[in-house]
């Protein structure tokens, strides 16, 4: 049984190398065709990678849940599973509010989010939260795409470490 | 009753398996990001060292582990004390050289491999080398810890 301190360090050095790779010099240096355009690029490709691989896991690890958590009767009970059971299993605690406006739209709320915890609070850093959000933001839709929803889910910080996660569900 | 229960062994398992499937995705995007296997083995070890620098003091705060006088009694540490604790196993201890500098570990049930095939063109993957770099990174980083705490 893997510790759980296990997946956090291996997701801070994750994000820290998935960023490394950009070479990027930083905003306002060049004013050439890595300048400006070329940061937004690098940050994206980084970032979705990142949520690839959320994605991939939260797939895999809705894959293995029992069956009977598999028969919901409705959409909120779905989201209301990911809120306890499954942010339980992944962070060892429950999300502290789940809103919705009963028409798809859902925000979750942790006040106190495990993966932003040993990086500052407040308003420090707010820059640098989003690459340690993008994997998280994967591993909720890619559960939610294995209990049968798909969704677009995105993540935003007012001050760390409390962190708002919105699903917004995709009707085809 | 046994409902809790349940979730509560439930929560457990899927703890521990996220670490298997996130590190799973990983060498999988480098192998990816990456030509050959040389260079994902390469990269594996550079983030385990990375992590290891940093998984010592949080062993330190947790074990409650006294110095260890010997190399003998670091590879006991390792494979009983550490590795429990991380990974829930508890690998053999042999192949000691004569001077008694090295040592093997071996994992019967290595939990990173669990769910995992690796197909036929990647033969010189290794795939676990993430915690060579984490036995690696720890280790050196408790050697200067202990300098540190002579001065």
Known sequence: ?172 | MSRQANRGTESKKMSSELFTLTYGALVTQLCRDYENDEDVNKQLDKMGYNIGVRLIEDFLARSNVGRCHDFRETADVIAKVAFKMYLGITPSITNWSPAGDEFSLILENNPLVDFVELPDNHSSLIYSNLLCGVLRGALEMIRKLRYTANA
């Open chain 1, 1 to 172: 049984m893997a510790d759980a301190a296990l997946f956090e360090f291996l997701h801070t050095e994750m994000v820290a190398e998935l960023w490394a790779q950009d070479p990027d010099p930083g905003p306002g240096v060049s004013a050439g065709p890595r300048g400006e355009g070329g940061r937004a690029a690098g940050q994206k490709m980084s970032l979705s990678v990142l949520e690839g691989m959320g994605f991939r896991v939260g797939q895999a690890l809705g894959e293995r849940l029992p069956r009977e958590t598999l028969a919901f009767r409705e959409e909120l009970d779905v989201l209301k599973f990911l809120c306890k059971d499954v942010w339980a299993a992944v962070f060892q605690k429950q999300m502290d509010s789940l809103r919705t406006n009963h028409q798809g739209t859902y925000v979750l709320q942790d006040h106190s989010f495990p993966l932003l915890i040993r990086m500052a609070s407040g308003l420090q850093y707010l820059e640098e939260v989003p690459k340690f959000l993008a994997f998280t933001c994967g591993l909720l839709r890619g559960t939610l795409s294995t209990l049968g929803i798909k969704s677009l889910v995105t993540a935003s910080v007012a001050a760390l470490p409390a962190c708002k996660f919105q699903v917004v569900i995709q009707r085809s």
